[in-house]
């Protein structure tokens, strides 16, 4: 068996054949930016007329679920209260 000083390279033998390399454990610098970030396209006043519209649909969303909340709680209590005087009738009797 060859073994070789680490200074004259890697030692040899009949299962390694793969030359040793050159591994480089850090990165290297990152590329500069030749261009600052584009500029948004849109200006405020765009932002507000989003912002406008988004608020308008969830008012309208908003307010159709609670007029549907109101009417399943109504019709629950109207239900309820029906079989209450059914039950007070019953008792009366």
Same mark, same amino acid.
């Given at each position: 068996m060859e073994v070789s000083c680490p200074v004259f390279g890697p030692k040899s033998s009949k299962k390694d054949l793969i030359p040793a390399r050159n591994v480089c454990s850090t990165r290297g610098s990152k590329r500069p930016? &030749?261009?600052s970030p584009p500029q948004s396209s849109l200006e405020k006043s765009d932002h507000k007329l989003i912002?406008? !519209?988004i608020e308008d649909t969830i008012?309208?969303?908003m307010?159709? &679920?609670i007029s549907k909340m109101k009417q399943k709680i109504t019709e629950t209590?109207?239900?309820e209260l029906k079989l !209450?005087?059914?039950m007070t009738q019953m008792s009366e009797s």
């Open positions: 930016a &030749l261009n912002s406008k !519209i008012s309208k969303q307010d159709r &679920l209590i109207n239900i !209450i005087k059914e």
